[in-house]
């Protein structure tokens, strides 16, 4: 099993849909869990930290759940500028060692 | 813009040869991590510095290696290049080693290896 796993899509999406990604992971003992954007060509930006209780930002809400492993990242209302690689990033080992899904690809269409 | 800078931005050599690659930090942050990102995979994390010392390193050979320095920016050097050594080569800056800090990425630096 992928230390984290994401499916890679790519997601194509009609502007104001709603689009989940889900991602899982292997360690059970890690604790800190992020959703990163990457656009084409670009570095990896913070989307938002993910909380045990869930959290939401805007249109963005992510969840966890501990006991399945699991991340998921809804995104409502799709503009064409969420077109991106959205990164699921959880630490491994240590809390140096951060550990990034190979990414999801959505692009949001007119 | 992050604040964090990388140089060069492109960069081509061949087999066997050493590069080094620099980075640095956002005013304020005292810590730098590396990443290796080939195409079409995540970042891989190859190791951080904080306040010049080695804080970690993942699943990379010895002849993956870095510095840190007073002023907190830093240097990933890579020895006798090898074909699956072309990537983007990021790094990302922090206020700290908690893995709870936001990571901000530099541009990257993309090598090509022939």
């Known amino acids: 099993r992928k230390e984290v796993e994401q499916d890679p899509g790519p997601f194509n999406v009609p502007e104001g849909a709603t689009v989940a990604f889900n991602c899982t992971y292997s360690n059970s003992a890690s604790q800190s869990f992020f959703w990163y954007r990457q656009d084409c060509r670009k570095e990896p930006k913070l989307l938002m930290s993910?909380?045990?209780s869930g959290n939401e930002d805007g249109r963005f809400t992510a969840q966890l759940n501990r006991a399945s492993q699991y991340i998921s990242l809804l995104i409502r209302d799709s503009k064409l500028s969420d077109s991106a690689t959205y990164l699921c990033?959880?630490?491994?080992?240590?809390?140096?060692?951060?550990?990034f899904g190979a990414g999801t690809r959505l692009t949001v269409k007119p | 813009e992050t604040g964090v800078t990388q140089s060069p931005t492109h960069l081509i050599k061949t087999r066997g040869q050493q590069v080094t690659l620099r980075c640095s930090s956002q005013s304020g942050h005292n810590t730098v991590s590396w990443y290796q990102q080939a195409l079409g995979q995540g970042p891989q994390f190859i190791f951080q510095?904080?306040?010049?010392?080695?804080?970690g390193r993942g699943n990379f050979p010895p002849r993956f290696s870095g510095l840190q320095f007073p002023n907190y920016s830093s240097e990933l050097n890579v020895n006798a290049l090898e074909l699956d050594d072309s990537a983007l080569y990021l790094c990302?800056?922090?206020?700290?080693?908690?893995?709870?800090?936001?990571?901000?990425f530099g541009p990257g630096t993309r090598l090509t290896v022939l």
């Open positions: 993910v909380y045990s």
């Open positions: 990302a800056s922090s206020r700290g080693v908690a893995a709870y800090n936001e990571q901000f």
């Open positions: 510095y904080y306040r010049e010392e080695e804080n």
């Open positions: 990033v959880v630490n491994f080992l240590n809390n140096n060692d951060m550990r």
